[in-house]
């Protein structure tokens, strides 16, 4: 099954006056990270979340976005902190007598001090909320796989029918490959009677041997049936029951290799121009495996 690496889910929860909410967004990333987003008096459930989530994914980043509001379940209080206070009033004071200063420390100096205040968010039902959060994340994931496969799908037929213009270029290299081979073993007969201002002897099997080498250095028959190989395996993949994304990256990769070796071995300029056109559309390939989970 080909699973997109990118797509969202949403799920909210209402208990009393308070609404919980759950926001996923992935998209592509070389291994999974997930990266929880929720209120400083939830930070305790960071490692849930991920723990929740780890089984459903295998890559891509995870953006998790947790929202609570209302008042039914938390309660916000401001704490001072004394010891700092203390320190703070007695610097000043200090300061006071250094300098000979007459003003008094007012309620409005202290109160622009904000390091005195941390305002926290108090759980009053933890375990009620920690299930509704639990839940919402169970809703949005199964949304959010349900996307990813909805666009694996299209991301499969997209990459069996580039797969099936790859094919059909090698199709046409093979056809055009066993002409190459005798224009290549003609040309490079020719310059040698040149060179030697004669016409190479018919019984000099020796020498003709030499020219079958040399044409053959240019041969590009094993480059096409690795292609055929790798191909008939990028297919294959396409339908496995699991994470396939690094597995395509890697076959596109030695295709682009194998295309590379007959580009450099070939001097034929339709050969040339077929090349081109494999390097086009195995770069448009690789750009979509990188969407494949």
């Not at 990266?35 to 980043?61: D, H, N, W």
């Not at 094919?167 to 005798?182: Q, T």
């Not at 053959?216 to 339908?239: C, M, N, V």
Request: aromatic share 6%; with cysteine; proline share 2%.
């Amino acid at each position: 099954m080909v699973r997109s690496m990118t797509g969202y889910g949403r799920s909210s929860k209402i208990v009393e006056d308070t609404t919980v909410t759950v926001e996923l967004k992935s998209v592509n990333h070389r291994f999974l990270d997930i990266a929880p987003k929720m209120p400083r008096f939830l930070l305790y459930l960071e490692e849930k979340v991920k723990k929740r989530l780890q089984p459903s994914f295998t890559r891509g980043r995870l953006e998790v976005f947790i929202t609570v509001e209302g008042k039914a379940l938390t309660k916000r209080t401001v704490k001072m902190d004394w010891d700092l206070l203390d320190q703070y009033i007695t610097q000043l004071r200090e300061a006071k007598a250094r300098y000979g200063l007459v003003e008094e420390i007012s309620v409005n100096v202290l109160t622009n001090l904000e390091d005195l205040f941390t305002i926290q968010e108090l759980e009053e039902h933890e375990d009620r909320m920690e299930s509704m959060i639990l839940s919402c994340i169970d809703e949005a994931c199964e949304h959010l796989v349900s996307m990813r496969v909805q666009e694996g799908d299209a991301l499969r037929q997209d990459l069996r029918n580039r797969v099936e213009t790859v094919v059909s270029i090698v199709d046409d290299l093979k056809s055009r490959r066993p002409i190459v081979v005798d224009e290549t073993r003609e040309r490079i007969k020719t310059k040698i009677e040149e060179y030697a201002q004669a016409a190479l002897p018919q019984e000099d099997s020796r020498l003709l041997h030499e020219v079958g080498v040399l044409a053959e250095k240019g041969d590009i028959a094993e480059e096409i049936t690795r292609l055929y190989s790798h191909t008939d395996q990028f297919i294959t993949t396409l339908g496995l029951n699991d994470s396939i994304g690094r597995k395509l990256d890697f076959i596109v990769q030695e295709m682009n290799r194998e295309t590379n070796t007959i580009g450099s071995k070939s001097t034929d300029s339709k050969i040339s121009e077929w090349v081109v056109l494999l390097k086009s559309e195995l770069e448009k390939i690789k750009e979509q495996v990188q969407n494949v989970e």
